[in-house]
């Protein structure tokens, strides 16, 4: 098992640009979600996902979409890049599920996003 | 009600010293109580977790004490060692609840340095 992919794990955008950031769980688990991380400040929710075809906002969805058209994928799109999008950005997925929750949370190892 | 602090935003041990970390939390409904550890380039991962019904948990030499009547908790690393340096967060959620309620809420995280 891969566990969560993310790609790319590198990428430097100029101001305006817009791209997508790859997520991808072989786990079948039905929560996703995407963090950003930045210095001091925590991990914080953009989006989620509780199963194919629903999606909902977290903490800081502004400047974000994201998609949800099959279990394994959670992509996040990234329109008209702003410096304030500079950050590391973690994609995760969870099994909630009445009677096999197991609250863990699984990790990729991150997409290092610069925007200039 | 939704907020965990966590403290101390930064932590230096000696190697075979004690770390202490501590998270408050205001939600009395919370059930479950992860600690994630994330490495240099790495996504967290979960360290120990503990649920409200006991008052401490260990393995190797990490331990969880949790306090309910005070909402506090703590991540205890005994004999520490360089090894361990890595960021911590803790977290909080309701474990069994779906959507949003069930997310995991995270502090801001204590970047622990081991000195040899």
């Known amino acids: 098992n891969a566990g969560v992919t993310q790609t790319p794990k590198f990428r430097i955008l100029k101001i305006g640009q817009s791209m997508t950031l790859q997520c991808a769980q072989d786990m079948n688990h039905n929560y996703m979600y995407w963090y950003r991380q930045d210095p001091g400040m925590g991990l914080k929710l953009i989006y989620y996902s509780v199963g194919a075809g629903i999606t909902d906002k977290g903490e800081v969805p502004n400047g974000y979409n994201v998609s949800r058209s099959t279990t394994e994928d959670f992509p996040l799109r990234l329109e008209l890049a702003a410096p304030s999008q500079t950050s590391v950005y973690f994609c995760a997925s969870q099994l909630r599920d009445r009677g096999r929750n197991t609250g863990e949370l699984f990790f990729g190892e991150g997409s290092r996003l610069t925007v200039l | 009600q939704q907020q965990v602090k966590q403290s101390p935003q930064s932590l230096i041990v000696q190697k075979g010293g004690i770390s202490i970390i501590n998270c408050a939390y205001e939600?009395?409904?919370?059930?479950?109580f992860p600690w994630y550890q994330q490495f240099p380039g790495k996504g967290p991962a979960l360290l120990i977790a503990?649920?409200?019904?006991?008052s401490e948990k260990k393995e190797g030499r990490f331990t969880i004490s949790f306090n309910k009547s005070a909402k506090q908790f703590s991540l205890h690393i005994m004999d520490s060692q360089p090894g361990d340096s890595a960021t911590y967060f803790c977290?909080?959620?309701?474990?069994?609840?779906?959507?949003?309620?069930?997310?995991?809420?995270f502090g801001k995280g204590t970047k622990l340095s081991v000195k040899p």
């Open positions: 503990i649920r409200p019904d006991v």
């Open positions: 939600n009395t409904a919370f059930d479950y």
């Open positions: 977290a909080a959620s309701l474990m069994n609840y779906g959507g949003s309620q069930g997310n995991l809420i």
